[in-house]
Nanobody, 128 residues
Framework: QVRVAESGGGSVQAGGSLRLSCLAS????????MSWYRQAPGKERELVSV?????????????KNRFTVSRDDTRQLTYLQVKSNLTMISLQVDDTAMYYC????????????????WGQGTQVTVSS
């Protein structure tokens, strides 16, 4: 069973900061990437940031130099827990959205198949 849960959303004025967290866990030998998405009302869900199992990171152009993603893995035998933080500074009204965490299992050509597991989301509201 895979568990994924976000926390840390809230309301802030423009120029402010927030830190979101995502805690994911499962029993597995597979590797997982962690991604952050957001969806504003009336818009499609968009990728904000990704941090791979190898620690590689990438950001959407709209959040570069403002958002920072990190992850901290705990592995004990087959148990894997990943905590990812998304630190957001200089928030803008356009950053208002529901933010989602995606825990993505990587395919390895064997028993590990690519599968996505989503959290329920956490709301970020930025006011002017």
């Amino acid at each position: 069973q895979v568990r994924v849960a976000e926390s840390g959303g809230g309301s802030v004025q423009a120029g402010g900061s927030l830190r979101l967290s995502c805690l994911a866990s499962t029993y597995t030998y597979c590797s997982y990437d962690m991604s952050w998405y957001r969806q504003a009302p009336g818009k499609e869900r968009e990728l904000v940031s990704v941090i791979g199992a190898d620690g590689g990171v990438d950001y959407a152009d709209s959040v570069k130099n403002r958002f920072t993603v990190s992850r901290d893995d705990t592995r004990q035998l087959t148990y894997l827990q990943v905590k990812s933080n998304l630190t957001m500074i200089s928030l803008q009204v356009d950053d208002t959205a529901m933010y989602y965490c995606k825990f993505q299992r990587r395919a390895n050509g064997g028993a590990c198949t690519e599968t996505d597991f989503w959290g329920q989301g956490t709301q970020v509201t930025v006011s002017s």
